[in-house]
């Protein structure tokens, strides 16, 4: 039973990584209102999974053993925990980008790329790798290309430009 | 396959999961019970809150989140165009006005990596922020796949909270804690 399980798992892995809702940005956007990305995700698969649970229960259907499906209510309580755990987890997730399965995917890409060197244009490269970019007064820049760097500008010296040269 | 999908395609296969799961063996959808098993199968305690049958209870869950870290990978390495990530046009310029790179793939590398760690910044978001998912979720009983999709799907009002909360925690930390984090 367990392969199945790993099976779809995979297939869990695949979805949330090519929708992107892995991603630190994409969790930005969703909280800033800037894009309807995130929310069409989840609103979709509330809807759609809802529906599922809906045909379970008019056709009373059985799990391929035969048993009974039913989920236990949450037991509501004051209350209390779901409020403080929600807003730190939100907290977290704000700051992190990612929810548990994303950290999985997230830690998974980095090894990935790490280990078999592939895709470093579009991927964190080598986290030991340092930008490259320096302004006049030798701050290094935390924009990892050039051409951001100069759009936003330096951050210490805005008015100061990257050494060509580099 | 190779380009990001939109949100109308994997939105609905993510809620399959739910009532998929429930047919195969009524195993409720929710990934961040994988820490608890992790914990009652691996730690030599004898709290309370880890004596259950780990292994009745929760193995199907471990072999999820092996999978879903398989699923990454592959991902990245077949199935991915190397792309950034498709924001939009106002997102962008938000982020880019608070210095961080959008072109970076899925996660800023500025935020996010070794060096980063060594700096105040990167080690409250990346420890501080991993730690408040962690302790978010356990107290919550469950993250976001759980409650928010799980429990919403299934009308229960405690889940209605927790995704309230996380919304609550999100929003404060977007908009009030990160661009003091973040430097602007």
């Not at chain 2, 070794?114 to 978001?125: D, E, F, I, Y």
């Not at chain 2, 409650?147 to 909360?165: E, K, R, T, Y």
């Amino acid at each position: 039973m367990l392969p199945v399980y790993l099976a779809l798992g995979i297939g869990f892995g695949i979805v949330l990584t090519k929708s992107e809702a892995v991603s630190w940005y994409q969790i930005q956007e969703m909280f800033r209102f800037q894009s309807v990305h995130m929310y069409g995700i989840v609103g979709s698969a509330v809807a759609v999974a809802a529906l599922g649970l809906q045909i379970i229960r008019r056709f009373d259907l059985r799990t391929a053993t035969g048993e009974e499906i039913g989920v236990p209510p949450k037991v509501m309580g004051s209350g209390v925990r779901y409020v403080a755990g929600g807003a730190l987890f939100g907290i977290g997730w704000a700051l992190t980008g990612a929810c548990r399965p994303m950290h999985g995917v997230q830690r998974a890409l980095r090894i990935g790329s790490l280990v078999l060197c592939r895709r470093h244009a579009n991927f964190n490269k080598s986290p030991l790798a340092l930008p490259d970019l320096r302004c006049r007064h030798n701050y290094w820049s935390l924009h990892a290309d050039r051409s951001s760097h100069l759009a936003v500008g330096c951050r210490r010296h805005p008015d100061h430009r990257v050494r060509e040269d580099r | 396959m190779m380009h990001p999908w939109p949100w109308y395609v994997s939105g609905p296969l993510i809620g399959l999961f739910v009532p998929v799961l429930l047919l195969i063996d009524n195993r409720s959808f929710g990934i961040s019970s994988a820490l608890r098993h992790t914990c009652a199968a691996v730690l030599p305690t004898r709290a309370e809150y880890f004596r259950y049958d780990w292994r009745h209870v929760g193995a199907w869950n471990l072999a999820f989140t092996l999978g879903i870290l398989i699923g990454g990978a592959v991902v990245h390495l077949w199935l991915s165009a190397g792309a950034p990530v498709a924001l939009s046009q106002a997102a962008q310029q938000s982020l880019s006005q608070r210095g961080v790179d959008t072109a970076a793939g899925l996660v800023p590398a500025q935020l996010f990596s070794w060096h980063a760690l060594t700096t105040w910044r990167g080690l409250t978001m990346i420890v501080g922020g991993g730690f408040l998912i962690g302790f978010g979720t356990a107290y919550a009983g469950g993250c976001t796949s759980g409650h928010a999709i799980s429990g919403l799907a299934n009308l229960q009002v405690p889940s209605l909270i927790a995704v309230v909360g996380f919304f609550a925690g999100g929003l404060v930390t977007t908009w009030l804690i990160l661009p003091a984090l973040l430097g602007h």
